[in-house]
């Protein structure tokens, strides 16, 4: 599903670019910590290509959830949202219909 018609102004765009980073960078911050302690805990090999796989889907995940295309941005700030990378109150600035569009989606 895309939203090609919306319009997003230069503020709307900063507001969004900022949004987008903070959310990126707590994600990636909380895998890195993650990793950390899953690395300290190898003891096996397969301890080793369990972390690996874990990693590899993980980077699956993340490239395709932290998409920049403003046709698809609400969807992924929705999703962001919803799974706690990202509060709503970073996200003021959008206007109204934007900030609706992505409150109505976090509850599907």
Do not use: C
């Amino acid at each position: 599903m895309y939203a090609n018609n919306i319009h997003w102004s230069p503020v709307e765009q900063k507001v969004a670019q900022s949004a987008f980073e903070i959310a990126y960078k707590r994600e990636v911050k909380a895998l890195i910590e993650e990793v950390q302690i899953q690395a300290n805990q190898i003891n096996v090999i397969e301890d080793m290509w369990h972390l690996h796989d874990f990693l590899s889907a993980r980077r699956h995940d993340i490239d395709g959830k932290y998409d920049y295309q403003y046709s698809v941005l609400i969807f992924v700030f929705a999703r962001l949202v919803k799974e706690g990378w990202l509060q709503l109150s970073e996200l003021d600035g959008l206007d109204s219909d934007k900030l609706g569009k992505v409150s109505a989606l976090t509850r599907m």
